[in-house]
T-cell receptor
Framework: NAGVTQTPKFRILKIGQSMTLQCTQD?????MYWYRQDPGMGLKLIYY???????DKGEVPNGYNVSRSTTEDFPLRLELAAPSQTSVYFC??????????????FGPGTRLTVL | GQQVMQIPQYQHVQEGEDFTTYCNSS?????IQWYKQRPGGHPVFLIQ?????EVKKQKRLTFQFGEAKKNSSLHITATQTTDVGTYFC??????????FGTGTRLQVTL
């Protein structure tokens, strides 16, 4: 199993540009998450999904959009990049359910710089 | 909402010294998880504690879950340079999400 994969590894955007961060997991996990981590800081939840077709906002959703058309894929879309979105973005997945939270498996991250 | 705080934020030790990080939740937790993130890497799951007062060991790492299930600690005995990184605790929040702690960054020098 490849686990959780993310592309690209690095990206530099200009202000106002758009991009999609890709995330794929091959563990048949129902839950998927997007976090951002600013330098020297903790993890902030952007969006999450409890299954295909279902997504919900996390702590810091503004400026981002997601979709979940399949169990495996959970892309994150930045529409109008701003310098405040310079960060490392981690995708994660887990097998969780009502009242049950399993461990989360993280991808290697995408390092995004907006200039 | 639920908050999970960790202290200290940062600790610098000499190799061979012990290290402890403490995790405190504003709410009672059904379980607590610990993750390690190496510099430039991604968080990796270490362990999960479920029972009140539970203690688990992984080689030089000792994890404890408080009796009230609102706090936890990670103790590393005789640190090595391979222990460098940031240690996060995490507790279940709403909708089966995890609330991650603020993290403790450990630096180990020879």
């Amino acid at each position: 199993n490849a686990g959780v994969t993310q592309t690209p590894k690095f990206r530099i955007l200009k202000i106002g540009q758009s991009m999609t961060l890709q995330c794929t997991q091959d563990m048949n996990h129902n839950y998927m998450y997007w976090y951002r981590q600013d330098p020297g800081m903790g993890l902030k939840l952007i969006y999450y999904s409890v299954g295909a077709g279902i997504t919900d906002k996390g702590e810091v959703p503004n400026g981002y959009n997601v979709s979940r058309s399949t169990t495996e894929d959970f892309p994150l879309r930045l529409e109008l990049a701003a310098p405040s979105q310079t960060s490392v973005y981690f995708c994660a997945s887990s097998y969780s359910g009502e009242g049950y939270t399993d461990t989360q498996y993280f991808g290697p991250g995408t390092r995004l710089t907006v200039l | 909402g639920q908050q999970v705080m960790q202290i200290p934020q940062y600790q610098h030790v000499q190799e061979g010294e012990d290290f402890t990080t403490y995790c405190n939740s504003s709410t009672t937790l059904s379980n607590i998880q610990w993750y390690k993130q190496r510099p430039g890497g991604h968080p990796v799951f270490l362990i999960q504690l479920v029972k009140s007062g539970e203690v688990k060991k992984q080689k030089r790492l000792t994890f404890q879950f408080g009796e009230a299930k609102k706090n936890s600690s990670l103790h590393i005995t005789a640190t090595q340079t391979t222990d460098v990184g940031t240690y996060f605790c995490a507790g279940p929040g709403t909708a089966s999400k995890l609330t991650f702690g603020t993290g403790t960054r450990l630096q180990v020098t020879l």
